[in-house]
């Protein structure tokens, strides 16, 4: 068998993984521990986010025409991939969290939703809060001035009825 028909299946897996993915990071996971390392895949299986380690040439071939082409940039050293189809933030969120506790794990640069962001950039996106604390936050914003118009207009009810 030929060098080439052994390596068509490995770059198959990786465009599967980025065909419809909302999200892609790269990482430098060199120096973690064997514990480490199986925490960090741990948590990104629980919360849905495909990781695993590929070669630098697998990745640049299968990200040629694709919209995670800006990623050949930063294959260089050992490299691993975090891909989430229903998230898009959720591999910097769980990278990034991860690698502040273990700093040896290093985010590299990523792309979400169609848009290049380089270290400093994914270190941003993990830092936005989720669609849902968003929306609970605007939701506690609109309720809490109709909460304290309806206690303002209770006490002064209550004040009429003791006039």
Do not use: C, W
Request: charged fraction near 25%; hydrophobic fraction near 40%.
């Amino acid at each position: 068998m030929a060098k080439v028909e052994l390596k068509k299946p490995v770059v198959e897996e990786i465009k599967a993984a980025l065909d419809g993915a909302k999200a892609a990071v790269v990482v430098d996971h060199r120096g973690l521990t064997v514990e480490q390392d199986t925490q960090l895949r741990k948590t990104l299986r629980e919360a849905g986010v495909s990781y695993k380690v590929y070669k630098n040439t697998m990745i640049n071939f299968a990200i040629q025409d694709t919209e995670f082409t800006s990623l050949a940039a930063h294959l260089e050293g050992p490299t691993a991939l975090a891909t989430s189809k229903t998230d898009a933030a959720m591999p910097a969120k769980l990278l990034f969290e991860f690698s502040k506790k273990n700093p040896e794990l290093e985010l590299k640069a990523g792309v979400v939703e169609g848009t290049y962001y380089d270290q400093d950039g994914i270190k941003v996106i993990a830092t936005i809060p989720s669609r849902e604390e968003l929306l609970s936050k605007f939701l506690g914003s609109i309720q809490s001035p109709i909460t304290n118009f309806a206690r303002v207009i209770k006490q002064i009810a209550e004040a009429q009825e003791e006039a």
